[in-house]
């Protein structure tokens, strides 16, 4: 009975990380490929590597979405920090209820909804007030909006495993809100902000169609770009472009559970 | 702590709440391909009344809500496995296990979906290999049907299923299994009253999760399915951008809200409850 279990386990977990891994295995080792033809093997060759390092375009867009995600996932933590702290600490106010589906609800609305919605947004703007120009500063919005849902979540769910007793101690010995914010509840929450940072900043640098409506006719981000030639058929270029990306991601997600892991054995120890 | 609750309410209001009812005001404008934007704003029920007559249209709501239904289910039956053996696995197993089914998440999207492109084409690598094995000498080319759409949509949104279902599944207290076993209880029935009603938050926060967007996608028709099969958020698309008919995308925006208002709300409900709850 638990032989037969633990066979059952090991099968499902085996044919599901076989299913989730072995595309994104194939995109590497194609990466690799000598020939033009993505889906014939033709030989080991870094030729695509070199190539990719040499798109201009490429690199240009990868550099505004970099730049992108760093801006809006900055300011998606600071407003979902407000928006979390709220949800979790005050109970009760005016246009709570609007307030609490307003913060989750970018998360379900299917982008394309979210996408045609901004733009008129900004079509407005540029029409009655005469700007601003679509682009650097649209493209961030729009990912502020969406990202900083996922961010109030995290935090409202942190918050909501401490009890308030802490910071209710730190204001009867006479700290003030302020101070009460910044010594206790901000140490408290800090992993929560660091994770959700991290969210904000990979839904940025990922997203594709809020950013094709709001981008307008002169920014291009990296998503954009793997698009339009992703369009025309598969190209090796954007196989290398899939191995960092894939190679990044994996090693900032092993670096902090193994770093979380760390720190829960210590605090286990003492 | 005014301003706390201000700026944030503030931002949602001007850059969600807003938006949406221009979406609805120009979804009852008319289409003016001449001017800039090419809408003359109005009261006309043109948009709604083409949407609901056309059989295009039609057709395509239907083929979304049917995909998206069908690729839930599958997502459902991989998912629960998954996430069950992972709860059921030693604890200081199941942070590796459970990364292991977040870190595709943390890749791109659109690389993801490009995955299958080179895999399904007609001279892909799964038809390469059934020619090769002998499994098939002729294979059909899968890369634009709604079979690779289906595959798409569970290949991309399966950690969304396992996620929800596995936090069900970890706080579920297993000593009821075991007294339903002692009471005498074969595995299947025991299973079915015990740990399934036991793990229906999960199930349907991981189907939301997975079915709202599905019906709405756009990446994923476009990529993979053929000019064959229509989906909503597909027609949205081109219908501004390549149509530019931009009263008509709106009103096509504002049913896929009507439509998935419901599911939205009750996610909402849900998720708001189990954060106040714990």
Known sequence: ?270 | MRLVIALPYLWLVVFFLLPLGLVLGLSLATNAPDLAPPVELGLSFASFKLLFTDDLYLAAWLSSLRIAATSTLVCLLLGYPMAYAIARATPPRRPLLLMLVILPFWTSFLIRVYAWMGLLAENGILNQFLRWSGLMSDPGTILGTEWAIHLGIVYAYLPFMVLPLYTALEKLDWSLLEAASDLGARPLPAFLTVTLPLSLPGIVAGCLLVFIPAVGEFVIPDLLGGTRTLMIGKVLWDEFFTNSDWPLASAVAICLLILLVGPILLFQRQQQRSLERT
């Open chain 1, 1 to 270: 009975m638990t032989i037969g279990r633990a066979r059952f386990a090991f099968t499902v977990l085996a044919f599901g990380y076989a299913f989730l891994y072995l595309p994104i295995a194939l995109v590497i080792v194609y990466s690799f490929n000598e020939s033009r033809l993505v889906t014939v093997w033709g030989g080991f060759s870094t030729k695509w590597w070199i190539a990719l390092f040499h798109n201009d375009a490429m690199l240009d867009a990868a550099w505004l979405s970099l730049r992108i995600a760093l801006v809006s996932a900055t300011l998606a933590t600071a407003l979902g920090l407000a928006a979390g702290y709220v949800l979790a600490r005050v109970p009760r106010f005016i246009g709570r209820t609007l307030f609490a589906s307003l913060v989750i609800a970018p998360m379900v609305m299917p982008e394309v909804v979210m996408g045609i919605s901004m733009l008129l947004l900004f079509v407005g703007s540029d029409q009655l007030l005469g700007g601003p120009e679509r682009g650097f500063l649209s493209i961030t919005a729009a990912h502020v909006t969406f990202s900083l849902a996922f961010v109030a979540i995290v935090v409202q769910a942190r918050l909501a495993d401490f009890d308030r007793t802490l910071e209710e101690a730190a204001m009867d010995l006479g700290a003030t809100p302020w101070t009460t914010f910044v010594t206790v509840t901000l140490p408290m929450i800090a992993p929560a902000l660091v994770s959700g940072w991290l969210l904000a900043f990979t839904l940025s640098l990922d997203d594709l169609i809020l950013t094709q409506f709001v981008a307008g006719a002169q920014s291009q981000t990296l998503p954009m770009r793997v698009y339009s030639s992703v369009r025309l058929g598969v190209d090796p270029q954007i196989n290398v472009l899939a191995t960092i990306v894939i190679a990044v991601a994996a090693s900032t997600l092993i670096a902090s559970t193994v770093l979380t892991r760390r720190i829960v054995d210590k605090r286990g120890a003492r």
